[in-house]
């Protein structure tokens, strides 16, 4: 299916974590994108909010560090706009980076699976969720999407690497 827009999680599935024993980022210098995530994206007609025809993108990424207070919410802003420049090659607009920085388990609507980043996402495009994939590493992701009414691919299948990295 044609897309209208794709929203991305962000780690396990953009970029991993260079800190062994560490599953997400806490400053820069401590994360990579996968390998191809680059190349995969290239050939995408990315358009920014209220720009048509192309496919609109988003990151909807769980940043529990801030929450139990690992860093900042600024710093996880900037590790996931740095995130996007580096895969996409472009700036991410104003919105299209969604961010939950709540301690997990506390019930917030924001959290994935809890569909509130995918859903604000939609609105800011003015996509319906029958347009939209979703691509994410995790059961959470999944359900996310589901959750969101929208389609969900694995990171793995979305990349064509091996599940396992």
Not at 104 to 112: E, F, I, L, S, Y
Request: charged content about 25%.
């Amino acid at each position: 299916m044609d897309y209208r827009l794709i929203i991305f999680d962000a780690d396990g599935t953009l970029r991993y974590c260079t800190v062994e024993g560490q599953p997400c980022p806490n400053r820069a210098g401590e994360w990579e994108l996968y390998p191809g995530v680059i190349e995969k994206l290239a050939p995408f007609d990315w358009v920014h909010p209220g720009e048509e025809p192309g496919v609109g993108y988003g990151i909807a990424s769980n940043q529990g560090g801030v929450g139990v207070g690992y860093f900042p919410e600024s710093t996880a802003m900037t590790l996931l706009e740095d995130t996007f420049r580096e895969a996409f090659g472009f700036s991410p607009a104003e919105g299209t980076i969604e961010m939950c920085p709540h301690i997990p388990h506390t019930g917030c609507g924001c959290r994935k699976p809890d569909p509130e980043m995918l859903i604000r996402l939609m609105k800011l495009y003015g996509i319906s969720p029958e347009n939209v994939l979703f691509v994410g590493d995790r059961d959470a992701d999944k359900n996310a999407a589901i959750n969101a009414g929208c389609d969900f691919q694995w990171a793995s299948e979305f990349f064509d690497r091996d599940p396992e990295l």
